[in-house]
């Protein structure tokens, strides 16, 4: 009896290990099944469309499997369907952003200009323009300026440059230039609408200017002779003489005298206060006030008489403070000069 009840135990053991076996290879079956069921996809890119089936889960690996290469700048999309899913490439646009002056690349991906411009950090202000609509959707290839345009009123200085003005003079030998006054800018100020772009001046209106310093031309005396013709009217700049004869002096200072004419007719004959013979271009002065051995180039202030070289060499009990007296060889020489004004050159 014993016998008969284990055998019937066995037995019903071996049915429902049988059972459970079953079970476990119907359930690998069908996980077996799931994992190497293919999936159908629809790609769409850009507007081409593919029709592919993969057991492969990852997009990319799709994409490769049917040619369609994507880059970093490329976007990838998935989207899960009941019985297919959905990739779609949104392909990144180059778009060229000149941005003050500065050009940057960005990429797109379809959407406006000013949504563009702003994910990446390119802000606007109230003198900021675009030269194409804010709303513009980007494309590959587009171009876009951004600009900052200020406007402002300045005050400035600026200069007057000097002009050079040539004399020509037989005195000098061609071709030798001597300058007489040497030139000097001038300064005005002025107020002008400035346009400034990206922070660079674009364009100056002037509305005033004002001068306050005028400039001083440059004279230069031009040689046109061959050095040995004479002319009376020297040339006279700043610290230059051109005589008549073509010598060129260099002078300090000028100051105005009254000026009379003696000769050896007069007293004092022959010799003068410092033992030199009297002659023309020895004259006499007020040794306090022009000491003696000075060297002068004398003039009078019409013009009319041009005593030339002169030293301080004689005195006269009548010439003091600013007067001085001319020596001539003739006596109505003398007296036709008479009294005048006259213009010395102190020569240094």
Same mark, same amino acid.
């Given at each position: 009896?014993? /016998?008969?009840?284990?055998?019937?135990?066995?037995?019903?053991?071996?049915?429902?290990?049988? @059972? $459970?076996?079953?079970?476990?290879? @119907?359930?690998?079956?069908? /996980? !077996?099944?799931?994992?190497?069921?293919?999936? #159908?996809?629809?790609?769409?890119?850009?507007?081409?469309?593919?029709?592919?089936? #993969?057991?492969?889960?990852?997009?990319?690996?799709?994409? *490769?499997?049917? =040619?369609?290469?994507?880059?970093?700048?490329?976007?990838?999309?998935?989207?899960?369907?009941?019985?297919?899913?959905?990739?779609?490439?949104?392909?990144?646009?180059?778009?060229?952003? +000149?941005?003050? =002056?500065?050009?940057?690349?960005?990429? #797109?991906?379809?959407?406006?200009? !000013?949504?563009?411009?702003?994910?990446?950090?390119?802000?606007?202000?109230?003198?900021? !323009?675009?030269?194409?609509?804010?709303?513009?959707?980007?494309?590959?290839?587009?171009?876009?300026?951004?600009?900052?345009?200020?406007?402002?009123?300045?005050?400035?200085?600026?200069?007057?440059?000097?002009?050079?003005?040539?004399?020509?003079? #037989? @005195?000098?030998?061609?071709?030798?230039?001597?300058?007489?006054?040497?030139?000097?800018?001038?300064?005005?100020?002025?107020?002008?609408?400035?346009?400034?772009?990206?922070?660079?001046?674009?364009?100056?209106?002037?509305?005033?200017?004002?001068?306050?310093?005028?400039?001083?031309?440059?004279?230069?005396?031009?040689?046109? %002779?061959?050095?040995?013709?004479?002319?009376?009217?020297?040339?006279?700049?700043?610290?230059?003489?051109?005589?008549?004869?073509?010598? +060129? /002096?260099?002078?300090?200072?000028?100051?105005?005298?009254? @000026?009379?004419?003696?000769?050896?007719?007069?007293?004092?004959?022959?010799?003068?206060?410092?033992? *030199?013979?009297?002659?023309?271009?020895?004259?006499?002065?007020?040794?306090?006030? $022009?000491?003696?051995?000075?060297?002068?180039?004398?003039?009078?202030?019409?013009?009319?008489? $041009?005593?030339?070289?002169?030293?301080?060499?004689?005195?006269?009990? !009548?010439?003091?403070?600013?007067?001085?007296? /001319?020596?001539?060889?003739?006596?109505?020489?003398?007296?036709?000069? %008479?009294?005048?004004?006259?213009?010395?050159?102190?020569?240094?």
């Amino acid at each position: 009896m014993e /016998l008969l009840l284990a055998y019937f135990k066995n037995k019903t053991l071996a049915l429902r290990t049988a @059972a $459970i076996a079953a079970v476990a290879i @119907a359930a690998l079956t069908v /996980l !077996s099944q799931t994992a190497f069921a293919k999936t #159908s996809y629809v790609i769409d890119d850009g507007g081409q469309v593919f029709y592919h089936t #993969s057991y492969a889960s990852d997009p990319v690996d799709v994409l *490769t499997e049917v =040619g369609v290469d994507v880059d970093e700048n490329d976007r990838i999309q998935t989207t899960r369907g009941a019985d297919t899913d959905r990739i779609t490439v949104i392909r990144g646009m180059e778009v060229t952003v +000149v941005d003050r =002056g500065v050009t940057r690349t960005l990429v #797109s991906y379809g959407e406006t200009l !000013s949504e563009l411009l702003n994910s990446n950090g390119i802000a606007l202000n109230e003198n900021s !323009s675009v030269d194409l609509p804010l709303q513009t959707t980007t494309f590959d290839g587009m171009v876009a300026v951004v600009k900052d345009t200020v406007t402002s009123t300045d005050t400035y200085t600026e200069v007057i440059p000097y002009e050079v003005i040539y004399r020509e003079t #037989s @005195a000098l030998a061609e071709g030798t230039q001597v300058v007489l006054v040497q030139g000097q800018d001038g300064e005005q100020v002025c107020t002008a609408e400035c346009t400034y772009v990206n922070g660079l001046e674009e364009r100056r209106n002037v509305l005033s200017c004002q001068v306050v310093r005028e400039p001083v031309a440059q004279v230069v005396a031009v040689g046109t %002779g061959d050095g040995t013709a004479t002319q009376k009217a020297p040339l006279i700049g700043d610290g230059v003489i051109v005589t008549g004869e073509g010598d +060129v /002096l260099t002078f300090t200072h000028r100051e105005t005298f009254l @000026a009379t004419a003696y000769s050896r007719s007069c007293e004092g004959g022959q010799v003068t206060a410092t033992g *030199t013979v009297t002659r023309v271009g020895a004259i006499a002065v007020d040794p306090d006030v $022009i000491p003696y051995g000075t060297r002068m180039f004398i003039v009078t202030k019409d013009g009319q008489y $041009i005593y030339g070289v002169a030293t301080a060499e004689d005195c006269g009990g !009548s010439i003091q403070g600013h007067r001085v007296d /001319l020596f001539y060889e003739s006596k109505e020489y003398c007296l036709e000069f %008479g009294m005048r004004y006259v213009d010395i050159y102190f020569l240094g």
